[in-house]
């Protein structure tokens, strides 16, 4: 059981190009998410989805977007990426609240990303 | 909108002794979810302590612990015992209520937390 695994750990961009990082989940959770990390702000939420083919913006969309396919996979793309999105990003998924516990979120282990 | 507030951004602490560390909340909700988040240096997001906002009893989790004060919007987390494996940041989070069915959680900015040998 690996829980929420992201690939790929650590990347390097030039401004402009693109990418695409790869969350995946064997909890069989339905909800999954997508958080960036920076310093002295904790996480935010950039997009989330509630099952599969659905997605939802969360605090900080904008030069994001995100697909969930399947279930257990979750998507976030950069199409364009910017200096500004320099961060640590993180993945997270859950049950919907009620069905086991509380709904807390178990997170990956974190993808950082620098563009130059 | 909901937001978070860890007013310590650095804590120390000697081994073996108690330590605790704040978090306040803004919210019109009513019934919501808050929760204590560890992240140590291998920067995985481990889950410490979580509350449900209906339930007047405070968490326990063995050496970790809450005081939630609702009215005052405050739910603080303290460490007893403190081992030299509780060095990390500790984020403070809001989930919404089950109705939003999305789990939107909003974090704090966290307090680094140094326990000393």
């Known amino acids: 059981n690996a829980g929420v695994t992201q690939t790929p750990k650590f990347r390097v961009l030039k401004t402009g190009q693109s990418m695409t990082l790869l969350c995946a989940q064997d909890?069989?959770?339905?909800?999954m998410y997508w958080y960036r990390q920076d310093p002295g702000m904790g996480l935010r939420l950039i997009h989330y989805?509630?099952?599969?083919?659905?997605?939802a913006k969360g605090e900080v969309p904008d030069g994001y977007n995100v697909s969930r396919l399947k279930k257990q996979n979750f998507l976030l793309g950069l199409e364009s990426a910017a200096p500004s999105q320099t961060s640590v990003y993180f993945c997270?998924?859950?049950?919907?609240?009620?069905?086991?516990?509380?709904?807390?979120?178990?997170f990956g282990p974190g993808t950082r990303l620098t563009v130059l | 909108a909901q937001t978070v507030t860890q007013s310590q951004p650095e804590m120390s602490v000697q081994e073996a002794e108690t330590v605790t560390l704040s978090c306040t909340y803004d919210?019109?909700?009513?019934?919501?979810?808050l929760f204590w988040y560890k992240q140590p240096p291998s920067r995985q997001m481990i889950l410490v302590i979580r509350?449900?906002?209906?339930?007047?009893q405070n968490a326990t989790e063995n050496r970790f612990s809450v005081n939630f004060q609702k009215a005052a919007k405050s739910f603080s987390l303290k460490i007893s015992d403190s081992q030299l494996g509780d060095t990390a940041m500790y984020f403070c989070?809001?989930?919404?209520?089950?109705?939003?069915?999305?789990?939107?959680?909003?974090f704090g900015a966290g307090t680094r937390l140094t326990v000393k040998p």
């Open positions: 997270a998924s859950s049950y919907p609240p009620g069905l086991a516990g509380v709904g807390e979120q178990f």
């Open positions: 909890m069989n959770h339905e909800y």
């Open positions: 989805s509630v099952g599969e083919g659905t997605t």
């Open positions: 919210t019109s909700e009513n019934n919501y979810y």
């Open positions: 509350q449900e906002a209906y339930k007047q």
């Open positions: 989070a809001f989930m919404k209520p089950r109705r939003y069915n999305n789990n939107d959680m909003r």
